[in-house]
Nanobody, 123 residues
Framework: QVQLVESGGGLVQAGGSLRLSCAASGRTFRHYGLGWFRQAPGKEREFVTAISGSGGATSYADSVKGRFTISRDNAKNTVYLQMNSLKPEDTAVYYC????????????????WGQGTQVTVSS
């Protein structure tokens, strides 16, 4: 069982930056791929980025490539999402998710989810 708690969301102007954190419980954190997804009002939940258990592999949605960076600290059981050059269309609830021995852009593969943190980007 893995519990995930996101933090770091807030209100920021377009062009600004935010860093989200996701703290996980459990002693086998390194065995889990971690992903960030987001859901805007009236839209489907969409993939943002993911990182492998070791941190050696990452993937990004085209919409955030070059602006967002995912990283993890396995000693602290934490995954981070650094978001730069934010745009109003990045406004959404951001969710952290964990998948055992996998990392993928498919939400169906993630068994554990956090409660989400709101990110609002004003124009």
């Amino acid at each position: 069982q893995v519990q995930l708690v996101e933090s770091g969301g807030g209100l920021v102007q377009a062009g600004g930056s935010l860093r989200l954190s996701c703290a996980a419980s459990g002693r086998t954190f390194r065995h889990y791929g971690l992903g960030w997804f987001r859901q805007a009002p009236g839209k489907e939940r969409e993939f943002v980025t993911a990182i492998s258990g070791s941190g050696g592999a990452t993937s990004y949605a085209d919409s955030v490539k070059g602006r967002f960076t995912i990283s993890r600290d396995n000693a602290k059981n934490t995954v981070y999402l650094q978001m730069n050059s934010l745009k109003p269309e990045d406004t959404a609830v951001y969710y952290c998710a964990a998948a055992y021995l996998a990392y993928t852009d498919s939400a169906k593969s993630y068994a554990y989810w956090g409660q989400g943190t709101q990110v609002t980007v004003s124009s």
